[in-house]
């Protein structure tokens, strides 16, 4: 027989327990997203430390990973800061919470200003498209980044192959994922706010459709994971960082992943968000290989 008054118990705790819950969640939703405003407030006033400040790991365009303290990136190109960057703009954007952590997914323009050539001529602003993940955790009332993703974007064109070289060998769950789309797709979490990145701008997949979508436009892609991939697995939390050959036109193009993933009671991983860049420093059309 059913206890009614039990059921109608439960029922309360939690209707009492819930609109807490996702309280909370919005909170940390909208304090990830002022730290974004003031990410890249200090980026354009002071320099781009800000971007990765707190962040265990942090790659960005060019060559290097980062962690705590350093640059992490092209010297080059991102180090020097103002008034090479200019105004940074989010054009799109998604931001989840799972409990102690979340991350942000965001779609951004950024105005450079490139410095002048060996003739002395200086270029006028330039607007260039780039993709943001990053993995954010509590900080008492606030948030901070755990880790970092950012990439400018590349069209198909502008993808230049370049030499292959040798397979991961020793490769995590989610580093193995990164290869294979098709399976994303299919421990694809169910959130609202799960995001998938590619690497041209107009690969943007925000929200579940979308981001179906885009996933299974590369279901014929053939990707390989090489070089050292990273992986970090904190209670529920789990995120990768790998380099990866696209067979493209019979020859390897490197690009850049970090997955970022969270694994349910029964132990399966369900992914998040994803996204793909091209490596700068590989085939660069700009500052060649």
């Known amino acids: 027989m059913v206890d009614y008054r039990l059921v109608a118990s439960v029922a309360l705790l939690l209707a009492s327990v819930a609109p807490s819950a996702r309280a909370d969640d919005k909170a940390r939703i909208a304090a990830a997203k002022q730290l974004f405003a003031k990410q890249t407030e200090k980026a354009v006033s002071e320099d781009l430390g800000a971007f990765y400040a707190g962040a265990a790991t942090a790659w960005f365009p060019g060559h290097g990973v980062g962690k705590t303290g350093e640059a992490g990136g092209d010297q080059m190109m991102w180090a020097m800061g103002p008034p090479y960057i200019g105004k ?12 102690t952590w979340g991350w942000m997914a965001v779609d951004v323009v950024i105005t450079q200003t490139p410095y002048s050539d060996s003739s002395g001529h200086q270029k006028g602003p330039e607007k260039h498209r780039y993709h943001w993940l990053s993995v954010i955790v509590a900080d008492g009332k606030e948030v901070k980044t755990r880790a970092l993703l950012l ?15 040798k397979p991961a060998t020793s490769l995590g769950p989610l580093a193995t994922l990164t290869a294979a789309p098709v399976n994303v797709a299919a421990q694809l979490a169910k959130d609202a706010n799960v995001a998938v990145f590619g690497t041209s701008e107009r690969e943007v997949g925000l929200g579940a459709v979308a981001a179906k979508k885009l996933l299974a436009s590369w279901k014929s892609l053939k990707l390989t994971v090489v070089g050292t991939p990273r992986e970090t697995i904190v209670g529920d939390l789990g995120f990768a960082f790998t380099e990866l050959d696209l067979a493209l036109g019979g020859k390897p193009v490197r690009l850049r992943a970090m997955l970022v993933a969270r694994k349910t009671t029964a132990g399966a991983w369900e992914v998040v968000a994803l996204q793909y860049g091209a490596d700068s420093e590989f085939g660069d059309p700009e500052h060649g290989p």
């Not at 940074?88 to 409990?99: D, F, L, R, Y």
């Not at 990439?151 to 070289?165: E, F, M, N, S």
């Open 151 to 165: 990439a400018d974007t590349r069209a198909d064109k502008q993808l230049v192959a370049g030499p292959a070289a």
């Open 88 to 99: 940074i703009a989010a054009q799109k954007m998604a931001v989840g919470w799972s409990g």
